[in-house]
């Protein structure tokens, strides 16, 4: 496992949002886990290719990306992709984790990003054998 790597994409249209995201988890985020290689994605039509061609490990959805929301786009993966990787939105305050409820994420973490709460739901995402 020294060589391999997690593939985690991260969907937002605003390239700063997937900046913070590389700069709260770094390359990686736990010493028990591989190394992070990072997709960076701007739109939703990207992020289905990518999951239909496999070896995505995680996926972190921008609730706040335009015009297609991350909320939405992780409810249609659940839906349509078999089988889906985790999925983590990034909501645009805490009083949304409901709507990343509905939306069947995983788990969410709310703007602005905590590095220590979004690297620890991150970590719990990657080693959850399920």
Same mark, same amino acid.
């Given at each position: 496992?020294?060589?391999?790597?997690?593939?985690?994409?991260?969907?937002?249209?605003?390239a700063s949002t997937r900046a913070l995201v590389h700069q709260a988890l770094g390359r990686r985020p736990h010493p028990d886990l591989p190394e992070i290689e990072y997709l960076d994605v701007a739109t939703a039509p990207v992020v289905i290719e990518h999951l239909d061609r496999g070896g995505v490990d995680l996926v972190i959805l921008d609730g706040e990306s335009a015009p297609v929301g991350g909320m939405g &786009? @992780?409810?249609?993966l659940r839906d349509e992709i078999d089988p889906c990787? +985790?999925?983590?939105? $990034?909501?645009?305050?805490?009083?949304?984790?409901? &709507? @990343?409820?509905?939306?069947?994420?995983?788990?969410?973490?709310?703007? +602005?990003?905590?590095? $220590?709460?979004?690297g620890r739901a991150v970590v719990g995402l990657l080693s959850d054998p399920a």
């Open positions: 496992m020294a060589d391999a790597t997690l593939s985690v994409l991260i969907y937002s249209s605003h &786009l @992780a409810k249609q990787p +985790p999925l983590l939105v $990034l909501t645009g305050r805490p009083d949304d984790a409901w &709507l @990343a409820t509905w939306s069947r994420a995983d788990a969410s973490v709310s703007h +602005p990003i905590d590095p $220590l709460e979004l």
